[in-house]
């Protein structure tokens, strides 16, 4: 039954910007603070205290726009959305409806969909609400109240989990590669709403759809989307109807419940807010957003191709976040060798990256010791074991590489004296291996440096321990 039917999804992203300020007075835009620390007349929400728009916010909102291809508005008005919930004290969110900031836009699926995007507007967080069950009643931070919030709504082009999950990191990625956010799921600093909908195959009406709320990583994305289109096309097979209404997703119970039948926006009654002017946004202004608007994954992916011939694959991994292509620049600025710097990220930081919840890869290493590394493989002056050693003592602290290594004696060489005792040694205790030299000389020789390194416990220097052993196994060859 259920190969029968299609799911319809519009998606609806909140992302909080990176600004100074918040969005209509100037406390501290700030997560983590002592709660109620960041608060005035204007971000609390008291009657009659009046707000003024920060230009940052509305740029960085441009900004997200470019990412996605919007037009920008000329005009933009902020309208009031009334509500009654205690997590706003006026009753009214600042927020825009007709004329919002950015306008239509879209995101390519690597299946070659694309997926539109209706617009992103600029509007106020709300206060955040603190349950705990050891006390009786809520207590309320406003630290939150004020922050700017974008909103970006899709339309109903996505069809399955899998293609709003893709949607979903992509959008992110942009506004992290742009600076305009941070989008720390886990602080609330991105969230989603999931409205969906199911119909017959080849329908050309949509759905009744509800609304998901509360979905705070793509994983719970993903696992409501998969519960609620089995749950309408049940219903619907069952000969009941769906009703619009929002719905709590509760990712530990897997299942998500009735919260409240749909809101409408004529319920809200927006109006233009009379505290706040129209914005005019100049050419100008989206001239300089443009021009400021960094290099963005894609673009990142293709030029270290075309510029260091990295294969695709691994221009990819690098790019899937922002602070890997960072570290990876940075660490080849530093050695000219990003083809070495590219495998090593690959091969070694990225999975101790993955032994670690919620880091970024400058917390496994700095770019200065990886460009340490780096070059003490390729110059020799670190053995490959070492090297490796190293990087595991170094990693997630703030310790020196090269001070590390210094200290641990793994670039203290041997002297050449040194070195030619050893080499004397494994020629003494090796007869048979050097009776073989004149028959295998690669293969003997690649005995000997074994034997020298494993003696050496790695200390003897590379290419001075080659050219010994060639010199001294020469002799034996006739
Ligand atoms: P509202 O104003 O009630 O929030 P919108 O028209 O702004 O409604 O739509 C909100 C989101 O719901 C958009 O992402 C839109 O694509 C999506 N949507 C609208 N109708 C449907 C539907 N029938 N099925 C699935 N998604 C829908
Ligand atoms: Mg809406
Ligand atoms: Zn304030």
Known sequence: MFSDYEVVIGLEVHAELKTKTKVFCSCKNEFGSEPNSNCCPVCVGMPGALPVLSKEAVFLTIKAGLTIGSQISPLAVFERKNYFYPDLAKAYQISQLEKPICVGGGIKLKSGKNIRINRIHLEEDAGKLIHKSEVIGTFIDYNRGGVPLIEMVTEPDISSAEEAVEFLTKYRRNLIFASVADCKMQEGGMRCDVNLSVRKKGDKKLGTRTEMKNLNSFKSVQRAITYEAKRQIEELEKGNA?????????????????????????????????????????????????????????????????EFSLPKYDAEILTNELDTALLFEEASRLTNMPKQVSNFIMTYVLAKKKERDNLSVFDVISADNLAYIIK????????????????????????????????????????????????????????????????????????????????????????????LINEKLQKYKN
């Open 242 to 306: 769906i009703r619009q209404e929002t719905r709590k997703w509760d990712d530990n119970k897997n299942r998500s419940f009735t919260m409240r039948s749909k809101e409408e926006a004529e319920d809200y009654r927006y109006f233009p807010d009379p505290d706040l002017l129209p914005v005019r946004i100049s050419e100008k202004t989206i001239t300089k957003a443009k021009a400021e608007l960094p290099e963005l994954s894609e673009q990142k992916r293709e030029r270290y191709v075309r």
């Open 376 to 467: 003490a493989i390729s110059t020799n002056e670190l053995t490959r074991p070492n090297a490796l050693m190293l990087f595991d003592m170094v990693c997630f602290t703030d310790k020196d590489a090269k001070s590390e290594a210094v200290k641990s004696g793994f670039i203290s060489k041997l002297s050449e004296a040194e070195l030619e005792s050893v080499v004397d040694f494994l020629i003494e205790q090796n007869a048979q291996a050097v009776k073989d030299y004149k028959l295998n000389q690669v293969k003997v020789e690649n005995f000997f440096m074994g034997q020298l390194m494993k003696q050496t416990k790695g200390k003897a220097d590379v290419n001075k321990g080659r050219t």
